[in-house]
């Protein structure tokens, strides 16, 4: 039977702690916050797993999994945690390392659903709800019957409207190429000083 080989280093866990501040390695696998998850049933790994699979650098597991695309962000992981590990941040930055590098997975429907609100940010300076709920149906369309009922009684209660709001839109995408900017640079900064780092090795910040 062949079987796969995973090349572990460091490397993922010292991105990790770099840009968000949390140390994966002080996870000791308890496992309170798999236990808790809503969607861990779900996925293909449960968080325990996930936080494992961070320490050892495998981007298949992590990167790469059904799992970061299902995490609602419900942060019960986090509140479950011993250690005080923000393990919801974790999946976040996951999900914000799959994205940089064109690694999200195309059969997950609302892996896209932060950059359609990212999108309706930039163009009309602040959120477009029709438009973003038009968006995130065109990738599943049979789920467009659940709105068929709820739309109009959230426009006849001043809910949503059917046309979108302008905020001011200069100032927005102003503040967002300073932050795209500041932010490309911290990444760079961070991706090359986690370089060639052995598994359990943060350097200093540890």
């Not at 597991?61 to 970061?68: A, E, L, P, W």
Request: glycine share 10%; hydrophobic share 40%.
């Amino acid at each position: 039977m062949e079987g796969t080989t995973a090349t572990l280093s460091g490397s993922l866990a010292a991105r990790v702690l770099s840009l968000t501040d949390i140390n994966p390695y002080r996870c000791y696998q308890c496992k309170k916050c798999s236990t808790g998850c809503p969607v861990a049933e779900f996925a293909d790994f449960h968080p325990a797993q996930i936080m494992r699979a961070v320490q050892l650098g495998d981007e298949s597991m992590t990167v790469d999994s059904r799992f970061i695309w299902l995490c609602t962000g419900c942060q019960t992981c986090t509140a479950r945690c011993p250690q005080n590990i923000d393990v919801a941040g974790v999946m976040d930055e996951l999900k914000i390392i799959a994205r940089e590098e064109g690694r999200v997975r195309t059969d997950m429907p609302f892996a896209n659903v932060l950059e359609f609100n990212y999108r309706s940010f930039r163009r009309w300076g602040r959120l477009y709800e029709v438009g973003f709920i038009a968006r995130t149906l065109l990738a599943r369309p049979k789920a467009a019957l659940e709105y068929l009922g709820l739309g109009p009684k959230m426009m006849r209660k001043g809910k949503i409207g059917l046309f979108p709001g302008t905020g001011d839109r200069a100032q927005m995408r102003r503040m967002m190429r300073a932050v795209e900017a500041a932010e490309k640079v911290r990444r760079a900064e961070a991706r090359k000083a986690a370089e060639g780092r052995p598994p359990g090795a943060l350097g200093g910040n540890a």
